[in-house]
């Protein structure tokens, strides 16, 4: 594919991009509420989660399927820390199209730095495999603790170890 094919594909993927802002009445917005909104508007959706004076950006990676073009594939959300909601908005990343901007949105709210070369999805890939290295790395802990014996604390140190090397590996570029 050369780069107008490409332009013209990422245009197609993302012909509109809606913000929405949702003012929340509890601490916390569970992904589940996001995704039926996602699947209920077939364009990729960028909320803004306000509470208690505070903002948080949060957005999934939405793309046309592959099997079905009338249906959208939707990965796991990613969320800003959260910001005094009297905070200065920084400008839009110049882009020559749509798709562009939709993906340097995305990139700027990845738990990562993105390398050279690496595609979008490449990256969303990546900041799964973290999330979960993440979640690996907090159940070894909560076992470490629980652990009574010497020679089964000595293993989960070891786990507990390469885990930690293989997050901070995920998190760098290469």
């Not at 592959?66 to 005094?84: C, I, M, N, Q, T």
Request: charged share 30%; proline share 6%; glycine share 2%.
């Amino acid at each position: 594919m050369d780069a107008s094919e490409t332009c013209r594909a990422q245009n197609a993927a993302v012909p509109e991009i809606q913000v929405f802002r949702v003012t929340l009445k509890t601490d916390a917005v569970q992904d589940d509420v996001l995704r039926a909104i996602d699947r209920a508007i077939p364009f990729p959706i960028l909320f803004e989660l306000e509470q208690d004076g505070q903002i948080q950006i949060a957005a999934a990676h939405k793309r046309p399927s592959e099997a079905d073009a009338g249906k959208w594939v939707l990965s796991d959300y990613l969320r800003s820390d959260r910001l005094p909601i009297d905070t200065p908005r920084s400008p839009l990343p110049v882009a020559l199209n749509l798709g562009v901007l939709y993906e340097q949105i995305l990139t700027a709210l990845m738990p990562i730095v993105p390398q050279t070369a690496e595609s979008l999805s490449a990256r969303m890939d990546r900041t799964h495999a973290l999330k979960t290295k993440e979640r690996e790395i907090s159940q070894l802990k909560s076992r470490l603790k629980r652990e009574t014996q010497f020679n089964i604390k000595m293993t989960l140190h070891g786990q507990l170890r390469e885990a930690q090397a293989d997050f901070e590996h995920l998190k760098k570029p290469e």
